[in-house]
């Protein structure tokens, strides 16, 4: 049967003998409900008997509050009863807390009015930041990409959490000086990352922040409030370490593909990460991609044919060039890998046996033939999960350490190159092969549709090889230790130390 009583927690008083007032829900032999109400009082200050608060200055105000929890109860075992359901204690503890929680969400997230000193004037023509955020967000809806109106949503739910759980109402002045702080500290101590760890990455905070400062700027913009303090909020920016292939690498990948002892799926996220990795698409955009795409750019062989296309997340048109390795896996998909519902013999005009100059497009046999799909059709999660297989099974071994900053704390995990191979790893190795083998940047920001030659720097880091190379190119050749080391060494660290030291 199920009960509810009103009792006074006296085993755990505080340091002044204040005890906590809770709500106790009994059902049956199952563990009671202990639910506070979040007021303390002394022993003497409770009428048992009566259940109620007496000889306390807020006695009403208390006594008040304790009829609208039980009022909450009562209602949670009424819908319960009409739906001929237990009144588990387990089930009214979830209906309570998802009640709890939205009625604090409604008091703190959504008021239209704000009575704390200093806000804004209020009308009703000036909303609160929760409704502000909705009208942000749908101005802009057909503006940005998909992905940053999830960010705009994650930055919102995160503010509104951290709200909820820290007791803040959402109103324009909540974002002075300290918030900064305060909002930072709720990202290290109390949000999950990616591993499953406690605290989000310096890089990602500053994500939030720069979204909600682009908020902000708006609100102001809109006369909806003229609080400035956000402006000194720091966004942070770290560059994070990448893993480019090398083309070894991408050597024993085009082995994989040829193998047909390999499974077809696999051979199938080798070939798209190559084709990727060899043109600089993303990945979203190789995926769209059609043999009418493909056009002839006037002279010479089918290298010089060039993919024409509009890029998904910045509308950019992009020229990019074709070379033996992309031209290769178009050929495999089409023949051996069946990427469309036709075959490659059924799409191109029999009396040709192979390509050889001119537009591609004179090849096929018809409008319906050239839309077919270029590459295989693979959902990003699968090939992040395939091409993983695919690097083991290739042995890209190589060890690598992810190093994250959370806060002031540097985390280093360690991992196997195969480990984090992912679709954004074709891109990075277009950009860092291609910086390697002598392309100007701007060359390959107009093949890649970079617009911010700073963005480029990070992947324009000089490899080790290159490295070690242009330093023994300056300081002298590496030399092997022995009687005879230093014979025909003309500058080197050998030699300077021979010249110094009789002993060596």
Same mark, same amino acid.
């Given at each position: 049967m199920a009960s509810i009583k009103i009792q006074l927690r006296k085993d755990q008083p505080d340091k002044e003998g204040l005890c906590k007032l809770i709500i106790l829900y009994r059902n049956g032999n199952e563990t009671p409900l202990k639910h506070s109400i979040r007021e303390k009082i002394l022993p003497n200050q409770f009428d048992t008997n009566k259940e109620i608060v007496v000889h306390h200055p807020?006695?009403?105000?208390?006594?008040? /509050?304790?009829?609208?929890?039980?009022?909450?109860?009562?209602?949670?075992?009424?819908?319960?009863?009409?739906?001929?359901?237990?009144? %588990?204690? !387990?089930?009214? !503890?979830?209906i309570l807390t998802q009640l709890l929680q939205q009625q604090k969400y409604t008091s703190l997230i959504l008021p239209e009015n704000s009575d704390d000193q200093g806000d804004e004037l209020i009308n009703n023509s000036i909303p609160s930041p929760a409704k502000?955020?909705?009208?942000?967000?749908? /101005?802009?809806?057909?503006? *940005? %990409?998909p992905a940053t109106t999830s960010i705009y949503k994650t930055t919102f739910d995160?503010?509104?959490?951290?709200?909820?759980?820290?007791?803040? !109402?959402?109103?324009? *002045?909540?974002?002075?000086?300290?918030?900064?702080?305060?909002?930072?500290?709720?990202?290290?101590?109390?949000?999950?990352?990616?591993?499953?760890?406690?605290?989000? %990455?310096?890089?990602?905070?500053?994500?939030?922040?720069?979204? /909600?400062?682009?908020?902000?700027?708006?609100? *102001?913009?809109?006369?909806?409030?003229?609080?400035?303090?956000?402006?000194?909020?720091?966004?942070?920016?770290?560059?994070?370490?990448?893993?480019?292939?090398?083309?070894?690498? /991408?050597?024993?990948?085009?082995?994989?593909?040829?193998?047909?002892?390999?499974?077809?799926?696999?051979?199938?996220?080798? %070939?798209?990460f190559v084709f990727l990795a060899s043109t600089g698409l993303r990945y979203s955009d190789g995926q769209t991609l059609r043999w009418s795409d493909i056009f002839y750019s006037g002279e010479g062989d089918i290298d010089q044919q060039v993919l024409k296309v509009t890029t998904k997340k910045t509308s950019q048109k992009l020229s990019i060039p074709l070379s033996i390795y992309s031209i290769r896996e178009l050929i495999r998909n089409a023949n051996d890998l069946t990427t469309g519902a036709k075959l490659f013999k059924d799409m191109f005009d029999p009396k040709f046996t192979f390509f050889k100059q001119e537009d591609i497009r004179k090849y096929f046999r018809d409008d319906v033939s050239i839309q077919q799909p270029l590459l295989p059709k693979i959902t990003s999660s699968k090939f992040n999960i395939d091409i993983k297989e695919v690097g083991r099974l290739c042995g890209f071994d190589e060890p690598i350490s992810i190093i994250r900053k959370i806060g002031n704390k540097v985390i280093r995990k360690d991992y196997r190159r195969w480990q984090k191979l992912a679709s954004h790893d074709c891109r990075r190795t277009f950009i860092t092969l291609s910086l390697m083998k002598g392309m100007r940047p701007e060359t390959v920001m107009e093949i890649t549709g970079h617009s911010s030659y700073k963005t480029m720097l990070r992947y324009n880091k000089i490899t080790d090889k290159i490295k070690i190379n242009e330093f023994h190119d300056a300081w002298g050749k590496s030399i092997k230790l022995g009687d005879d080391a230093f014979e025909g060494a003309t500058f080197s660290f050998g030699t300077m130390l021979k010249n110094s030291d009789p002993k060596v």
């Open positions: 807020r006695a009403k105000e208390i006594n008040y /509050l304790i009829e609208k929890h039980i009022k909450i109860f009562q209602d949670i075992l009424f819908d319960l009863q009409r739906q001929d359901t237990i009144p %588990s204690v !387990k089930r009214v !503890k979830g502000a955020w909705i009208q942000f967000t749908g /101005l802009r809806r057909n503006t *940005v %990409s995160h503010l509104q959490k951290f709200c909820i759980d820290h007791n803040k !109402k959402l109103s324009w *002045v909540l974002f002075d000086n300290d918030f900064f702080y305060q909002w930072n500290n709720y990202f290290i101590e109390e949000c999950e990352n990616q591993f499953g760890d406690t605290g989000l %990455s310096n890089n990602t905070i500053g994500k939030y922040f720069k979204t /909600l400062k682009t908020f902000l700027h708006w609100a *102001v913009e809109k006369d909806y409030h003229t609080n400035l303090k956000f402006v000194k909020y720091k966004v942070f920016r770290e560059l994070v370490d990448i893993f480019p292939l090398s083309e070894t690498h /991408l050597a024993k990948l085009v082995d994989f593909c040829e193998n047909e002892e390999n499974a077809i799926e696999y051979r199938r996220t080798a %070939s798209l």
